[in-house]
């Protein structure tokens, strides 16, 4: 089982935007995740699930910091355990996975900002101040990822342009 | 949307429609055959449907970056679904349409030449309206999913706290037309600067 069945309802997770769900039928889809990283958790006790789609490491700007739930990192683990929670999650029980984090306008370009590893290296951390470690990732690279987390089994897969969903 | 940042949208605006004018005369000179250029919208924002244009956020586009260099400093990206992009392969080079099928070196390497004509006009338009010496960087090519790219240029220039400005092309020749975007992302510095010119 590699893809979505065709029933489950797709729920888009855009940039900068987090969905939470215990809706069996649902499956939250972030697509193509180039520098963004997206972070899906699952509570496999509560059968509850979210995914956060988060843009960048760290605000340099207040006045922006709040423009969406998971713009930045720091908000985004945030207002993802916070929903996570509101809905019945224990974050002690959360299976954390993450994806994303490329470099996908060249390596010369990559350099220049980080953008991607510096969203991965700082997820990491703000998650290790929680006592959260991601049990499997998908991270760096050239290629854009598109992540589902099906509600269902709580499973996550990854694809690329390039190659078919699998499991992460 | 603010006043500063509609009147930066609608000098883009003016930019872009000298800069296709610019990019119609070099394409065409280029391939032989008359290509129309035209910019039907302009939106400011990080739009989540900033690739309705290339047919949605999931479909394998070709994309070209190219960085802006100079007085001030900024990002072009210019996307092509996979499909039209490998047609425009095939006028460019002269070859009967259907000749390019695959995502190869070759049509990364012709879409680079498209998007370096389209992307230098552009910056140069900038560049003449607003007295700036600016240097578009040679362009990277890459296939991959649209959104993934137009993210990734988002994340670039919000991080510097920047605007992003899209500009939605059409290219049109005598077998049809096709749907490219145009993103233009201004650094915060540079948004201050073509708001100053456009006071």
């Not at chain 1, 963004?36 to 699952?42: D, E, P, Q, R």
């Not at chain 1, 959260?132 to 998908?138: D, E, G, H, L, Y």
């Not at chain 2, 070099?26 to 400011?44: A, D, F």
């Not at chain 2, 030449?113 to 578009?136: C, K, Q, T, W, Y």
Request: hydrophobic residues 45%; negative net charge; charged residues 15%.
């Amino acid at each position: 089982m590699t893809t979505a069945s065709t029933t489950a309802r797709r729920t888009s997770v855009g940039i900068g935007q987090i969905a939470v769900s215990k809706d069996t039928s649902e499956v939250l889809v972030a697509y193509g995740l180039g520098s963004c990283v997206g972070v899906s958790a699952y509570d496999p006790v509560a059968h509850i699930c979210g995914l956060a789609h988060i843009l960048l490491p760290e605000s340099n700007n207040s006045a922006s910091a709040t423009r969406e739930p998971a713009w930045y990192a720091a908000a985004g683990i945030t207002n993802l355990l916070r929903e996570l929670t509101a809905l019945g999650a224990i974050p002690g029980r959360l299976v954390v996975k993450l994806a994303g984090g490329a470099a996908v306008l060249g390596e010369a370009n990559a350099s220049k900002f980080r953008i991607g590893e510096r969203n991965a290296e700082v997820i990491i951390e703000l998650l290790r101040q929680r006592n959260i470690r991601p049990c499997a990732t998908s991270l760096g690279g050239s290629k854009g990822r598109t992540v589902e987390l099906h509600v269902v089994s709580g499973k996550t897969f990854v694809r690329t342009a390039a190659s078919p969903a699998t499991e992460l | 949307m603010s006043t500063t940042t509609s009147r930066v949208a609608e000098t883009l605006g003016e930019v872009a429609t000298d800069g296709a004018l610019r990019a119609e005369r070099g394409l065409s000179g280029l391939v032989g055959e008359e290509i129309k250029i035209h910019v039907p919208q302009i939106r400011v924002g990080t739009n989540v449907d900033a690739c309705d244009a290339v047919g949605g956020p999931d479909v394998i586009v070709f994309g070209a970056y190219l960085g802006i260099t100079g007085d001030i400093t900024g990002h072009v990206m210019l996307l092509f679904p996979q499909q039209r992009a490998l047609e425009c392969v095939d006028l460019m080079c002269g070859q009967p349409a259907g000749t390019s099928t695959e995502p190869d070196e070759f049509a990364s390497s012709a879409i680079g030449e498209l998007a370096n004509i389209v992307g230098s006009a552009f910056v140069n338009a900038l560049a003449d309206r607003a007295g700036l010496i600016l240097h578009p960087s040679p362009p990277t090519v890459v296939n991959d999913m649209a959104i993934a790219l137009v993210e990734s240029v988002y994340a670039a220039i919000l991080a510097q706290g920047g605007e992003v400005v899209m500009i939605d092309t059409v290219f049109s020749d005598e077998k049809g037309t096709t749907a490219g975007l145009l993103i233009v992302a201004p650094d915060a510095d540079a948004f201050a600067k073509i708001a100053e010119l456009a006071a």
